[in-house]
């Protein structure tokens, strides 16, 4: 039995049609049968040990081995779509909306060579209506022409604050279309909806963007039990504090009741794939730790403790919420504060290296903030030695709170608080109050620098009063001390680099030289 399934994988690989599986499903029914036969027959150690480990192999990676995922703005979909409206299919189209419907055949294509699981999941960014997710699969049936279109699993990502907070309707509203209903029917009514970090911080600050996320997390997990769903989300986490980074494994736990439910998704990007994955023990036990995070998020008193917590501490959440985002809005929303950021970090700088996957921005100029990418906002904050986008607002919110004993009661018992000042202080640990001022110091508006000057001391006074550590991390011996060892280095070449970035500003603003025929040759 198993020289035919090694045939038949031998022929599958081949592209031999006559011999091949036609979906890795059938090489596990296989399996399985040989499987039965050894429990059977009474071999039970033999059933359950190599062969079992290649049934698991088989279930996780099929054919495919890494599924390749489809991420694409709503934005271009909706352009792509009134295009061929106005031109039709086989009209002059764009070669943007050539690419979409490309895009959907090479998801055909995958499919038809590695199965379906090789590649279905079609992510819609900053999706913002339910006609965003119709539209992904109207353009599937246009690229096929209504025959043989690959399955396609159309997974809305909520980025902005608004569109957090309207993520439960949108989800509401997806139910009612057929592509959707069919689906659910197909996969054992199956959906995951993506969460994104980024831009809520961007467009209200780290804590109320925090707390944003985690209401949206128990909306969203209490729509799909209502609906029968099993759910999962997507966390579209960066490395940066300010992208939602930090221990993923003490942010599972934070989770609300029934966001987990054993499963966890997240996205891992940048520097942070070398750190994590690059040496096989580090890999082994942060795998471990948010495998074990999630078993643990999932189990009844987790979710009751979190529950209890959340509904505790309602009221100071409130109170966090509004002052941070009042005092958030203040600094970004000031007259001039785009031109401003664009001096006093290496915005622009950032912009014109050849190490993103993207442009730093949507189109506008640096007139305007709304379509700056959350990445260059957060990496020039951090070059800066600033990482404003981690920790601005908390400070206040804190001292207008007042009751310190609350706050201290909340960081031993609310999970979610406790891993948000955990992590501003991580950043604070990484903030060079020093260094800060040269970098402010290079553009003209000197309220703006005080203004970040006198948050950034007000929160990591507030902070240390709270966790009641004597200076940034000196709770956590070994990354407080990481962070220590590391600084000098960076010292130094944060210093190198606000000083190239002050001869630029001033060659910017000199005027053009001149020469005459007197004095100069």
């Not at 000197?446 to 000196?474: H, K, Y």
Request: net charge negative; with cysteine; proline share 4%.
């Amino acid at each position: 039995m198993l020289l035919v399934v090694a045939d038949r994988i031998a022929a599958t690989r081949a592209r031999d049609a006559d011999l091949a599986y036609a979906e890795p499903e059938q090489l596990e029914e296989d399996l399985r049968v040989v499987q039965h036969s050894l429990v059977a027959a009474g071999a039970p150690r033999a059933a359950y040990g190599d062969l079992q480990q290649l049934v698991w192999q088989v279930e996780t990676f099929g054919f495919h081995l890494a599924e390749l995922e489809v991420r694409q703005h709503s934005q271009v979909h909706e352009a792509a779509l009134a295009e061929i409206a106005e031109k039709g299919l086989h009209g002059e189209l764009s070669d943007r909306t050539r690419e979409v419907l490309d895009t959907f055949r090479a998801l055909g294509a995958v499919q038809q060579r590695y199965g379906q699981r090789a590649a279905r999941r079609y992510i819609v960014s900053f999706t913002q209506k339910p006609e965003h997710l119709a539209a992904v699969y109207e353009l599937a049936e246009l690229a096929f022409e209504g025959a043989d279109v690959p399955v396609v699993d159309a997974i809305p990502l909520f980025e902005t604050f608004a569109d957090l907070a309207a993520s439960v309707d949108i989800l509401e509203a997806m139910l009612t279309q057929p592509q959707v209903q069919r689906r659910l029917a197909e996969n054992g009514r199956r959906v995951e909806v993506m969460l994104g970090y980024s831009d809520s911080s961007k467009d209200v600050g780290p804590v109320s963007a925090t707390l944003a996320l985690h209401d949206a997390q128990r909306r969203i997990a209490q729509w799909a039990q209502r609906h029968d769903i099993t759910l999962t989300l997507f966390h579209g986490r960066g490395g940066a504090l300010g992208r939602g980074g930090g221990p993923a494994n003490r942010a599972v736990l934070a989770q609300p009741p029934g966001s987990v439910d054993g499963r966890f998704k997240l996205t891992e990007q940048g520097e942070v794939i070398l750190a994590r994955y690059g040496d096989p023990t580090i890999a082994s036990r942060h795998i471990e730790q948010v495998a074990a995070a999630t078993l643990l998020a999932s189990a009844p008193s987790t979710e009751r403790r979190n529950a209890e917590a959340t509904e505790r501490y309602r009221g100071l959440a409130d109170a966090l919420d509004a002052s941070s985002r009042r005092r958030f809005h203040e600094l970004v929303r000031a007259e001039g504060f785009p031109q401003w950021f664009s001096e006093v970090t290496p915005l622009e700088e950032v912009g014109l290296l050849p190490i993103g996957s993207r442009p730093a921005r949507r189109g506008l100029s640096v007139e305007s903030l709304e379509d700056l990418r959350a990445i260059p906002w957060v990496f020039s904050w951090s070059q800066a030695r600033i990482n404003l986008a981690g920790w601005y607002g908390l400070g206040t919110a804190l001292a207008e709170f007042g009751d310190l004993e609350l706050l201290r009661e909340a960081h031993r018992e609310w999970p979610l608080f406790a891993t948000l000042l955990d992590n501003v202080e991580m950043s604070l640990a990484k903030t060079d109050e020093r260094i800060a001022e040269r970098y402010l110091a290079l553009g003209d508006r000197d309220d703006l620098a005080a203004a970040v000057l006198d948050e950034l001391r007000l929160t990591r006074e507030q902070v240390l009063a709270v966790t009641g550590n004597a200076w940034p991390l000196a709770g956590r011996r070994v990354l407080g001390r990481a962070v220590q060892l590391r600084s000098p280095y960076v010292d130094a070449l944060s210093l190198l680099q606000v000083r190239a970035l002050r001869g630029l500003r001033a060659g910017a603003r000199a005027p053009p030289r001149t020469s005459c025929s007197t004095c100069c040759s």
